[in-house]
Each structure stands twice: as structure tokens, then as C-alpha cells.
């Protein structure tokens, strides 16, 4: 498996906000988001075998463990690594975008974080939107909003699915104010829950946190 980072931090957004968590950044991603914060790990990384990867982990005391890229589910040993982890009894949420098939992860005890891409990402032609459908009440549903254009997006979506999981809503960083997203929602009586990147207000957009 090719990864670009492990790192010991607190989970900044969705449902696990505030968590400390171990954190697998798995090198590559299919999607070239106009937003995006992680381009370093769009080509670097390092091969390494999963024991490899496991005894990294295990260095820490922590159980909780966050997949995230780039796109984890490009690598192919991906559910190999899960079921490895699910068996040292590791809590698992895998962040994948949604332009990716889900559902082998479906069947594992894990949690999906989904983000489905929304317009000014340049992405949102990319996604598959029958995977919302495939989401548990144990996952997440993820919109990363940058403007009204992806608010009204994904309030669509919400509507027209009717998504099993909880929905998180996000600010992009330092483009949208959660101020006015929060209103929106209010406004509208959404039920979906305000994300703000916790990790980047405790240390700055930056690596390995």
C-alpha cells in the first residue's frame, strides 16, 4: 500500500470531531478538487507492507484509526488492511469520496464518511449518486459547501435520497463563512450538522495534523 502520512492528532470535522485519532493518509486520488487541501498526497508516499503499517499504528494507545488520502479505496489492499485492523479491534472511519463504489466497505464493521462533491469543486459530474443509498445509519454523508450554488446542491440531494445517515455540512476553508452556512440551515431547517475544521483552527492549515 502506497501512504503519505501516519499521524497521531485530534479528528477536526464530521460526527468524530474532537476525537484523538490515528490517521492513515493513503497516497492518490481519481479527483482534482478546485478546494483542495491535500494535493501533497495526490503523488507522494511510500510503499509499505500492511504489518508495516499495523506496527506504526500500534505505537500509539489509541484504538480510533481514520483512513483518509487522497482516496483510500484507489489502493487495492484497502480491504485487506480494514479487515486486519477490525481484527486488532480498531474503530475504523474510511473518508472516501463519492466518486467511488462503496459498497464492499458497506459490508464491513466500519464507518463511511462520504463527501459527495458539490459544484464549485469541479468534481461533482464525477460522483455516484447511487452510493448514497447504500450509506448505513452508522455513516456519514458529507457536503463541502463553498458557496449557495453547492448549498442548494446539496440540499437537492438530501431530498431527493433521503439519506439512512446522518449529513454533515462543511465550510470550504477560509472561503465560505460557517456563519452564513449556519443560517442557511437554520433557515431552512435542515437536519444536518455544522462541521468547522478543528484541527486547522487549533494549528493552521498544514501537514500532518
Not at 481519481?30 to 501533497?40: A, E, F, I
Not at 508495516?52 to 484507489?74: A, F, N, Q, S
Not at 459544484?119 to 448514497?132: T, W
Request: aromatic share 8%; glycine share 8%; with cysteine.
Amino acid at each position: 500500500m502506497k501512504i503519505n502520512e501516519i499521524f497521531y492528532s485530534i479528528q477536526g470535522e464530521g460526527r468524530n470531531a474532537g476525537l484523538p485519532t490515528i490517521f492513515v493518509r493513503a497516497t492518490g486520488c481519481n479527483l482534482r478538487c478546485s478546494y483542495c487541501d491535500t494535493k501533497y498526497a495526490y503523488y507522494d508516499g511510500e510503499d509499505m507492507e500492511l504489518h508495516e503499517i499495523m506496527e506504526r499504528i500500534k505505537k500509539w494507545k489509541c484504538k480510533r484509526v481514520c483512513l483518509t488520502g487522497g482516496e483510500p479505496l484507489l489502493q487495492e489492499d484497502m480491504p485487506e488492511f480494514v479487515d486486519m485492523l477490525l481484527n486488532n479491534e480498531y474503530e475504523i472511519n474510511i473518508e472516501t469520496n463519492g466518486s467511488m463504489d462503496i459498497s464492499e466497505m458497506a459490508k464491513r464493521d466500519a464507518v463511511i464518511s462520504m463527501d459527495m462533491k458539490c459544484p464549485s469543486s469541479g468534481m461533482h459530474n464525477e460522483m455516484k449518486e447511487g452510493n448514497i443509498q447504500i450509506l448505513r445509519k452508522r455513516d456519514e454523508l458529507k457536503f463541502i459547501i463553498g458557496e449557495r450554488e453547492d448549498y442548494e446542491y446539496a440540499k437537492n440531494l438530501i431530498k431527493k435520497h433521503k439519506p439512512a445517515c446522518e449529513v454533515v455540512m462543511q465550510p470550504v476553508w477560509e472561503k465560505m463563512d460557517a456563519r452564513e452556512l449556519a443560517g442557511w440551515i437554520l433557515e431552512d431547517g435542515i437536519d444536518a450538522r455544522l462541521s468547522i475544521q478543528i484541527h486547522k483552527i487549533l494549528w493552521g492549515n498544514r501537514k500532518g495534523i
